[in-house]
């Protein structure tokens, strides 16, 4: 059943593989898929969705064990994917939509748009679907992981400790093939990059992790020449501390009116 709150904001709930993912449309104009990443919401992503949603028919969602989603018996990057699909399939638009991915959501647009080719407009890509060059964690970073993945379990409660730390492990082995996703994908393609996904300290593990955050985007642009990028001067944060900026550049660079 569809509910339309005093927004205007329809508010739905798909249910598939024994998860219940409760989605939300509204605005006007070109249809756009926002995908939200591990430990993010689509209500963490309020101020970005009410922007693009100016001039778009947006439609957002929360991944298993996210926000009010129902938690799941297994989280991975195949079961996340299936959501993704799910909604997407559940979904009545009047054209393909755009789909716009955060972190692991911009990962999982990859995949799905290069398994099914013309259900969608175009890719925009938020600080993730990095071919990395090398490992993004190696043993060294294992032991610190581990510590933001229990305060992130402890923030969100559905998914464990345990869980965030493999799929973080996971996230790296799918990062070290996805550059076999994109050679089957035939639309326009943008990314908007963080210059500082590790934030900005000069100590640690933060500069390894920039760089090469960087060195996977120049692969990528390196290989596909036909993919644009934007940089903002930022962390992963980007979404919440620049959303003004991100919709901004997805509006004026990948979905025109």
Same mark, same amino acid.
């Given at each position: 059943?569809? $509910?339309?709150?005093?927004?205007g904001?329809q508010c @739905?709930t798909?249910?598939h #593989?024994?998860v219940? &993912?409760?989605v939300?449309?509204g605005?006007?104009?070109r249809?756009? $898929?926002? %995908?939200?990443? /591990?430990? %993010?919401?689509?209500?963490? /992503?309020?101020? /970005? $969705?009410?922007l693009?949603?100016?001039?778009h ?6 991944l298993?064990?996210?926000?009010? +989603?129902s938690?799941a018996?297994r ?5 996340f994917?299936? #959501?993704? !699909?799910?909604v997407?399939a559940? *979904? ?11 972190? *692991?959501?911009?990962?999982?647009a !990859?995949h799905?748009?290069a398994? =099914? ?5 175009? *890719?925009?890509l938020?600080?993730?679907a ?6 993004f ?6 032991s610190? @992981?581990?510590a933001?993945?229990e ?7 559905? *998914?464990?400790?345990?869980?965030? @730390? ?11 093939g &996805? ?7 035939d ?18 593990? +933060?500069?390894?992790?920039n760089?090469l ?6 692969r990528?642009m390196?290989?596909?020449? =036909? &993919?644009?990028?934007?940089?903002i001067?930022?962390d =992963?944060?980007?979404?919440?501390? =620049?959303?003004?900026? $991100?919709?901004? &550049?997805i509006?004026?660079? /990948?979905?025109? %009116?």
């Open positions: 059943m569809t $509910v339309r709150n005093d927004s904001i @739905f798909v249910r #593989d024994g219940s &993912i409760p939300s449309r605005g006007r104009g249809p756009l $898929v926002l %995908c939200p990443g /591990l430990n %993010c919401t689509q209500a963490d /992503l309020y101020e /970005l $969705v009410s693009l949603r100016r001039d028919d947006v439609v957002t969602f929360d298993r064990g996210h926000g009010l +989603a938690p018996e989280y991975s990057f195949d079961a994917l299936g #959501d993704l !699909v799910a997407l559940d *979904l009545d638009l009047p054209s393909p939509p755009v789909l716009v991915g955060y972190s *692991l959501g911009a990962d999982l !990859v799905y748009a398994a =099914h080719p013309g259900t969608i407009a175009g *890719l925009v938020i600080d993730g990095n071919p990395l060059p090398e490992p964690l190696t043993d060294a970073d294992l610190e @992981f581990r933001i993945a305060a992130e379990a402890a923030r969100h409660g559905s *998914l464990t400790a345990e869980d965030i @730390f493999g799929l973080g492990k996971e996230m790296d082995v799918v990062r070290g &996805i550059l076999d996703r994109y050679q089957q994908i639309l326009p393609v943008h990314v908007i990059m963080s210059t500082a996904i590790a934030g900005d300290s000069l100590e640690g593990r +933060a500069p390894r992790h760089r955050w960087r060195a996977g985007v120049e990528l390196h290989e596909q020449p =036909h &993919i644009s990028a934007d940089w001067d930022a =992963h944060r980007l979404v919440f501390t =620049h959303a003004p900026d $991100v919709a901004e &550049i509006r004026s660079r /990948l979905a025109p %009116c």
